[in-house]
Nanobody, 113 residues
Framework: QLAESGGGLVQPGGSLRLSCTPSQNIFSLYTVGWYRQAPGKQRELVAAITSSGDTIRDDSVKGRFTISADNAKTTVHLQMNRLKTEDTAVYYC?????????WGQGNQVTVSS
């Protein structure tokens, strides 16, 4: 299970942080990150961090979003800066290994003036 926190309403140009904490420490094996889904659109990968610490980010968020794990590697954070209206979506934390994927409940991020 993945416990998510963060999200909310912010004006364009603002910042938000999402956090994801698995029920057990799986970072040694799993890739953890976020997908997002906007109304009427397919779910898309935003960013992820692999078990070796490599990070992946969609081109649309490079330079604005940063994914990281805390020192104890029990929580993953997605720091979102310079948010745009097109970032508005439900953000879902996931943890994936081979063909197994676990999902969080999702958090709404709304960027609006």
């Amino acid at each position: 299970q993945l416990a998510e926190s963060g999200g909310g309403l912010v004006q364009p140009g603002g910042s938000l942080r999402l956090s994801c904490t698995p029920s057990q420490n799986i970072f040694s094996l799993y890739t953890v990150g976020w997908y997002r889904q906007a109304p009427g659109k397919q779910r898309e990968l935003v960013a992820a961090i692999t078990s070796s610490g490599d990070t992946i980010r969609d081109d649309s968020v490079k330079g604005r979003f940063t994914i990281s794990a805390d020192n104890a590697k029990t929580t993953v954070h997605l720091q979102m800066n310079r948010l745009k209206t097109e970032d508005t979506a439900v953000y879902y934390c996931f943890a994936s290994l081979d063909q197994n994927t676990y999902w969080g409940q999702g958090n709404q991020v709304t960027v609006s003036s």
